[in-house]
Every structure is written in structure tokens, then in C-alpha cells.
């Protein structure tokens, strides 16, 4: 019986031999790692300070990607308001240059000089389509340009002859041809005239 004390004895010291070197060998890794831990720290930190710095890149880029395609949005509506604006303040443009041959032989048919009742009654009857064209014409916008005694100006009148008149300063509409006309802001036909040099 001491014999089998000795030999659990001696079995009991060899375990616990082989195992204190185990047990040194798995702590040794585990301070190994724990010293390694803050590198492995300091390599995160760097990556999450990248993809931090990456996604707030992203992110301006998307904010101006958003405020240009906004400011592009605003300008299209803009743009569009001020054609609709222009188309409805214009609409009558192209009728109204339509009749401005019209009007003009209206003009030059009141100019003869009547000698019987009815080319009077006629002249008469031709004075009133004439007068309500025009009164047409200005509600939509229309006017005359006014020409004689007025400086040139190349924006509202196309001069097509020169004179020298002392009566007249230079520069100066002495005479209208044709009349010119402009709907609101805008030159529909410039006035042909003769100007004093």
C-alpha cells in the first residue's frame, strides 16, 4: 500500500510538472496579445479616422451635387415663367405685323382728295375700319412711333435719306415715310424716315 501511495504520489507530481509549463505557455500568448492590442487599436483608429474622412467626402459631395441640381431646378422654372410671360405678353405680335400692311393702305387710300359724295362716303367708310384696326391694335399693345421733330435713334427708326435743313438741328427726323410701330417694349417695324445731318 505505500508502494501504490508512492507511484500516485509520484503520478500526481508529474501531472502537476506538466502542467505548470502548459499553463505558463497559454498565459505568455494571452500577454502577447494584450501588448499587441493597442497597435492593433491604433490601425482601427486609423482606419475609422479614413472611412470617417472618406463618407464625409461622400456626403459634400452628394450636399453639392443636391444644391446644383436644385439651383438648375430653380433656373428652368425661372426660365420657363419668363417665357410663359413673354409668350403671353407678346401673343400679338405676329398678327399685328400681319395688319401693318393693311393699315398702311389704309393711310395712303385716305390720303386722295374726294370730288363726288361717294368717294367721300367711301373715304369715310375706309376712316372708320381704319380708326378701329388701330383702336384694335392699342388695346393689344401696339402704338406708333413717333418720329418727326424727335432725335434719330437707329433702335426706332431706319433713316433711308440724309438732308441739310437749317430749319433743323442735326440729328433730327425731319420727315416719316412709313410709320413705325412697337408692341410695349419691343420694336415690331422701325419708322422709315429722313434725317437731318
Known sequence: MAEEKNIVSEEHE?????????EDEMIEPVFAES????????????????KIAELEAKLEEAENRYL??????DNSRRRAKLDLEATQKYRAQSLISDLLPALDNFER??????DSDQVKSLLHGMEMVYRNISD????EGA???EAVGKEFDPH????????????YDSNIVV???QKGYKLKDRVIRPSMVKVNQ
Open 14 to 22: 508529474t501531472i502537476e510538472q506538466t502542467s505548470n509549463p502548459v
Open 35 to 50: 501588448t499587441e492590442e493597442p497597435a492593433s487599436n491604433e490601425e482601427g483608429e486609423d482606419d475609422k479616422d479614413a
Open 68 to 73: 446644383r441640381l436644385q439651383a438648375d431646378y
Open 109 to 114: 387710300a385716305m390720303k386722295i382728295e374726294a
Open 136 to 139: 384694335a391694335l392699342q388695346k
Open 143 to 145: 402704338e406708333v412711333i
Open 156 to 167: 426706332l427708326h431706319q433713316a433711308v435719306m440724309q438732308v441739310e435743313d437749317a430749319s
Open 175 to 177: 420727315e416719316e415715310f
